[in-house]
């Protein structure tokens, strides 16, 4: 199973929004809505921002936002703030014949 | 409050074996599902495994990069959940995450890490 595609870098300043991409295939993103995106910051753990393709986690800013098209799933930070500049991972269930997770490339997010 | 506490890391050689063990508070261990992803120093996540709850048969799953190689296991009565790694090789040098699974791809609550590094 391959990785999701997603951009290795996206940036943005202060109050922008900026959305950042993971593209599967038929067999994982686009034939399930459970994509879910994580927020890792240096030294840390990851931290679930999203699950179920739009669901957000209790405690998660309501600027995080989380959508789908076709085999390519979107994370959506409007409002960017300095705290947001992390590492960002999408996780799709890809299990049509064997039961599996894959993990996106990951994206550094960078505020100027 | 949900903690997951992950231990058994270090330096092990190639083809050897260790065990991480995976300590759970805060819930109730024996209904959820759990998880084990890995990250290699400097890289992205990587999902090695995944047991389920007993209510589910409690049956594993596994990562091909380390199918026939790991086996996840879990006791409830002491809430841990374990990742028996045998003829381990230098690409699995990672910190390795628990990680509790309340639905299907979603992962709500990881530990700190342990590093495991495989070398000579």
């Known amino acids: 199973q391959s990785a999701l595609t997603q951009p290795a870098s996206v940036s943005g300043s202060p109050g922008q929004s900026i959305t950042i991409s993971c593209t599967g295939t038929?067999?994982?993103?686009?034939?399930?809505?459970?994509v879910s995106w994580y927020q890792q910051h240096p030294g840390k753990a990851p931290k679930l921002m999203i699950y179920?393709?739009?669901k957000r986690p209790s405690g998660v800013s309501n600027r995080f936002s989380g959508s789908k098209s076709g085999n390519t799933a979107s994370l959506t930070i409007s409002g960017l703030q300095a705290e947001d500049e992390a590492d960002y991972y999408c996780?799709?269930?890809?299990?049509?014949?064997?039961?599996?997770?894959?993990f996106g490339t990951g994206t550094k997010v960078t505020v100027l | 409050e949900v903690q997951l506490v992950e231990s058994g890391g270090g330096l092990v050689q190639p083809g050897r074996s260790l065990r991480l063990s995976c300590t759970a508070s805060?819930?109730?261990?024996?209904?959820?599902?759990m998880s084990w992803v890995r990250q290699a120093p400097g890289k992205g996540l990587e999902w090695v495994g995944f047991?389920?709850?007993?209510?589910?048969?409690?049956?594993?799953e596994y990562a091909a990069s380390v199918k026939g190689r790991f086996t996840i296991s879990r006791d409830d009565s002491k809430s841990i959940a374990y990742l028996q790694m045998n003829s381990l090789k230098t690409e699995d040098t990672a910190v390795y995450y628990c990680?509790?699974?309340?639905?299907?791809?979603?992962?709500?609550?990881w530990g700190q890490g342990t590093l495991v590094t495989v070398s000579s």
């Open positions: 047991i389920r709850s007993k209510a589910y048969g409690g049956t594993t």
């Open positions: 990680t509790r699974v309340p639905t299907i791809a979603t992962f709500d609550y």
């Open positions: 179920e393709g739009s």
């Open positions: 805060g819930f109730t261990f024996g209904d959820y599902a």
């Open positions: 996780c799709s269930y890809a299990g049509s014949s064997t039961f599996s997770y894959v």
């Open positions: 038929s067999s994982d993103v686009g034939s399930y809505n459970l």
